[in-house]
């Protein structure tokens, strides 16, 4: 086996500091992103990295692919100045609205669009979304054997594959070989730090806007044309404490406490 | 005039460098300054980012940026630990005192171990007679059979026991108006009469180590000579305002933003009289006093150094910037201190640690009197 292909799958996500300032649409149930400072989902960089390490061994290339708006490139700067050597935004207002399989149909068109790959990685689910879905869905969209929730991966010089995928009570350790898609948890590894010369060299590598045209993605297959799913209803969590004041003696007030606390499930 | 406004690259290293501030620094920045301890690991860590050579070309293993970036590196570092940020804006002046007057050779020696954060490095200057008399220094380096030998006690110098490159000055015989004339010279440490003597226990900036360095018979090679036989005075006064006092404004800048970061934060949460202390318009004023201060330090601090690194002297922006913003972190940590009340001085809060960094960044590269003096001279010359 030569130099590796991969191919990361990115996704800029609200700024979990700023989750506070979060709106919700109410006609459309759809989160409002405007203004809300962006980052690359936390799980990705967890991707990016298992990415990089893989290319330090064996060489070749890290594309990042991401299903955003223009105005992403900022965001996917970070990538690039923690090694990847490209970036490939995938922008159309038609993709707007999109669930989870018509994002998976318009990312596994973006992958094609760059060339052969040995491997895609992933974050298993993204900060907001979270739904999980898309590592599997750009695998079986692309032909290729895929895996989520992946802790622990290795790849031979053969392109042979082991990983261990966690499961509720422990792991699972699956045997396979590239080309594939991997979904990665946050336990596989711990991102790098961007280095200074990492954010100078940035500059320089190529980001690239797709729109629909390019990747031959019709309006059937992606946006709110193309998804079956809606979003339910959404709403903001009510965070505030609930309060109440016990009058009485000490006795009964302690009895009252215990009686609350035992039917809030928090006694036993 | 043109806005301050940082580049998308700065504005990209100010994020990697806050996250590996909040991630590797925030979390020792009690312990380190409990223990006045040097966080040599930390700072290896540091080094292999690129901040100990930010400045440093790519080609010796720098970052190949320059001083607004180094700025912007010490603001970040000093928001959670100042005495670190001391120990990092002190290696630099080794740093550029080896690229700025360094030979060929002598670059090609030191610079890819220093610019990695391989070797730790520092300046030795002030002595007992004082420190920015610099002309008073008492160190003498006299020839004998093509080595030198320096005699001498160097006092108050910052990484005194961490750093293996030093640049040591020593007086070196007179110049033709009979001055007396100083050099500066490479020491290594583990050098036969070299040795870090007593360290001091400091009241702030206690992540770095300040103490003796002391000089009995140390012979270096010609090659150690660093800038020229009798240009040791020049290159010293020319790191303490190039290097070392923006270094100190953005010290006392990161401190500042530290006092307005936790006064908010407090503000909010605190309730008194059945509302967030930050309903109080006594404490409001106090948070706007802590955002002047960070402004205005904020604006002096990078505009001299653009200045600077534009090419002019800009020696009496430079002192002001290093006079107001470790003035104002003075004033920040204290007003911080009194908007939280009784918790202020309580150790679980950083503010008490905050007032202690700030006060000793007066002293450090000369102190506001001194700051005030060259602010003076040049404007009334």
Redesign the interface.
Known sequence: MGELNLVVLVKPVPDPSCYDRIEIDPATGALLRQGMPAVLNPADKHALEEALVLKERFGGRVAMVSMAPDSASETLMEGLAMGADEACILSDRAFAGSDSLATSRVLAAGIRKIGPFDLVLAGNESADGGTAHVPSQVGELLGVAHLANVIRMEVGPGGSVTARTRIENGYIEVRGSLPMVVGVRREINTPRYTSLMGVMAAQGKPIRVWRSEDLGVNAAEAGMEGSGMRPGKLSRPDYRRKGEILKGSHEETVRRIVAILRAEGVLG | MPELKFT??QE??R??VR??VE?EVKPIAHRIDVESSFPADVFQ?MG????AG?FVP?TYGG???GQT?RAIILEELARHAAGLAMALMTHHLGVEAILAYGTDEQKAKYLPDVATGKKISGLAVTEPTGGSDVAGQLANASRDNGHWVINGRKCFITNSSNAEVNIVTARTGEDAKGRPAFSAFIVESGMEGFSPGREEDKLGLRGSSTGDLLLNNCRVGEGSLLGGEGNGMRMALGLFTKIGRTGMAAIGLGIIRACLEEGVKFARERVIYGKPLAKLQAIQFEIAQNRIDYEAARLMTYHSIGLKEGGAGADAEIAAAKYFATEGAVRAAKRTMDLMGGYGVINEYPVGRYLRDALTTISCGGTSHIMQIIVAGQTLN
């Open positions: 998308q690259s990209m290293l994020k990697a996250e590996f991630k860590k292999r980012l690129g901040f930010v790519q970052a190949g940026l970036e």
